[in-house]
């Protein structure tokens, strides 16, 4: 899954950030209003963190225009500012969510899936394909009742193709998701990580869940055509 954190102060954008990531979360920044509405254009989001103090547009304002534009991604408002005031106008301009500063980082992820399952994108906390397993919330995988040892990027890459099991889904597709805004699109980041959960998940095993389409892509399917 793949995130907007709007956020003007360094060090509370680091944290964030970092724990995202470790919860194998990739993030882009922004830290002000006008660079967050340029990357919300270019860029396809699962969800958007926005802080409402920052400089140029304030939150309210890059919440109402994100809106106004047509886009309907989930958005979570960051803030130290906690008067009901403040709650209804991030509300009413088009905020999904209000967390108050300082927050608990569990919180902070809960209210992320929260936010997914309300916006119509149910996530199951639990994936099966065949004989594979996959614990979304605790973000663990077992393959024939045989938990892998994944590495954060290594389980947002299965976790991806998993929700899209069946699905063909290609290298821009993988990279909008699965990488941030310094993923190189000339690199064989993609191939490399493929390779290696083909070899976590699918070595040992007589049947292989992990597949390539020549041209097109990867999909993750019980039966290779």
């Excluded at 190189?184 to 993609?190: C, E, G």
């Amino acid at each position: 899954m793949r995130i907007l954190l709007i956020e003007d102060d360094v060090r509370i954008s680091n944290f964030i950030a970092k724990g995202l990531r470790e919860n194998s979360y990739a993030v882009d920044s922004a830290s002000d209003g006008e660079e967050a509405l340029y990357q919300a254009s270019i860029n396809d989001y699962d969800v958007m963190i926005l802080d409402v103090m920052i400089p140029k547009k304030d939150g309210f304002t890059v919440c109402d225009e994100i809106r106004k534009s047509g886009l309907k991604t989930p958005i979570l408002m960051l803030t130290a500012r906690d008067s009901i005031d403040d709650r209804i106008t991030g509300l009413d301009s088009g905020a999904d969510d209000y967390l108050v500063k300082p927050f608990d980082f569990k919180e902070l992820l809960a209210r992320l899936r929260a936010l997914l399952r309300r916006n119509g994108d149910f996530r199951p906390p639990r994936i099966v394909v065949a004989d594979l397993e996959i614990d979304t919330t605790a973000r663990r995988v077992w393959r024939g009742g045989d938990e892998i040892t994944l590495t954060g990027k290594e389980y947002a890459l299965l976790e991806y193709l998993a929700r899209e099991q069946n699905k063909v889904v290609g290298r821009a597709e993988i990279a909008e998701h699965v990488w941030d805004e310094n993923f190189d699109a000339f690199s064989n980041l993609i191939e490399v990580y493929i390779k290696r959960l083909r070899t976590k998940i699918d070595d040992g095993h007589e049947a292989r869940l992990i597949h390539t389409r020549r041209g097109a892509g990867y999909i993750l399917e019980t039966t290779a055509e």
